[in-house]
């Protein structure tokens, strides 16, 4: 198969920072698009993947899931996109399309494994796969999205994963007009799960561990912000909400959310991958019917049916704009939750 060399930012091992590099990109077949990356956000699990934090990364890596671009080239047998389409790429590039999940359109749940945007085994290079932080991506179009172009196109960049990621827990458990939604943790996730849950007209409580963050996530839109370290706050909300979205990334303690949820209520982990500590005690769930469950990104058809909707209700990320060549800093500054709230990569300082 032929291929083109692309310059893209990538780390050779856990170890070294990321830097310029070449990587190889299949050119286009039948049913695929080129797209030259305008923008890409940065994930937490770029920077899991670039260190190796979860074991099986495959160097050299260039991470990235977040991408925003325009469409370059188009395959002789593509229809559903057009040379200068305004597409977007989140973490899923392929899967096998056969299973029982990718029938239903969770190819997230892809049975045979979903072949991921970075990391996953390019079926037709034999090779990893590699992310966003490069000059251009090819891609099948049945994993491409459209970006609605009355977005900011920057800073709907993490709607490709932070957006999808906490948008379909909330459709799943039907969060409508009228619902009771709390997040857990502002952050990159936190931050969207507020917006798209108001943006679908729920009542939204934030919990923070600091009163710090008040300010912030009312003006994202949260009605109430409720500290999880205050037993008397905890107390006024017991048995109130229907969902909680938790993307707290790092292993913590979720009893205290579940006396917080009303009868058949659920809390749904989306940032933290690993046993719990302490241990959950089912007492509390088995006098509710309480839930405590897990979700991750979402299907294609649920990323542009979220896309859709950020386009008609306007809604983005809020990011903090860098150039390629900042990435290793960006890194430091996100273990540090030193970002409101993603970082967003401006391609263009790759050609510089």
């Known amino acids: 198969m032929s291929t083109t060399n692309v310059k893209a930012f990538g780390t050779e091992s856990r170890e070294a920072d990321l830097q310029q590099m070449n990587i190889e990109r299949r050119n286009v077949t039948a049913k695929d698009v080129e797209i030259e990356i305008l923008f890409c956000g940065v994930c937490h699990s770029d920077l899991h993947t670039a260190r190796n934090d979860w074991g099986g990364t495959i160097y050299p890596a260039v991470p990235g899931h977040e991408i925003v671009g325009k469409i370059t080239s188009v395959g002789n047998e593509v229809s559903k996109f057009k040379v200068g389409d305004i597409v977007g790429v989140g973490c899923i590039v392929d899967s096998c399309r056969t299973c029982e999940s990718c029938k239903q359109d969770l190819e997230q749940y892809c049975l045979n494994g979903f072949t991921g945007t970075y990391n996953g085994k390019d079926k037709h290079l034999g090779k990893q796969t590699f992310g966003g932080y490069s000059e251009k991506v090819v891609v099948d179009e049945g994993y491409v999205l459209r970006v609605p172009e009355n977005l900011d196109l920057a800073a709907a960049a993490p ?37 798209l849950a108001k943006g679908l007209g729920a009542s939204v409580t934030l919990f923070s561990r600091t009163p710090d963050k008040t300010a912030d996530a009312k003006e994202l839109g949260a009605d109430e912000v409720v500290i999880s370290t205050d037993a008397s706050q905890m107390k006024s909300v017991a048995g109130k909400f229907d969902l909680i979205i938790d993307t707290v990334p790092y292993v913590h303690d979720v009893n205290p959310y579940v006396s917080t949820l009303n009868i058949n209520g659920t ?41 859709d909707f950020c386009g008609k209700h306007n809604i983005v990320s809020e990011i ?33």
């Open 159 to 195: 709607l490709l994963c932070a957006g999808v990621t906490t948008w379909s827990p909330l459709k799943h458990w039907d969060v409508k007009e009228g619902s009771k939604v709390a997040v857990v943790g502002l952050g990159g996730l936190g931050h969207m799960a507020i917006k």
């Open 267 to 307: 809390l749904v982990l989306v940032g933290y991958l690993g046993p719990l500590d302490p241990f959950l005690n089912s007492v509390p769930m088995i006098m509710g019917r309480k839930s405590v469950a897990g979700s991750v990104i979402g299907g294609i058809a649920e990323t542009q049916e979220m896309l």
């Open 320 to 352: 903090e704009m860098i150039n390629m060549q900042d990435i290793n800093a960006s890194y430091e500054r996100m273990l540090k939750s030193d970002v409101k709230y993603r970082f967003v990569i401006d391609m263009a300082s790759l050609k510089s």
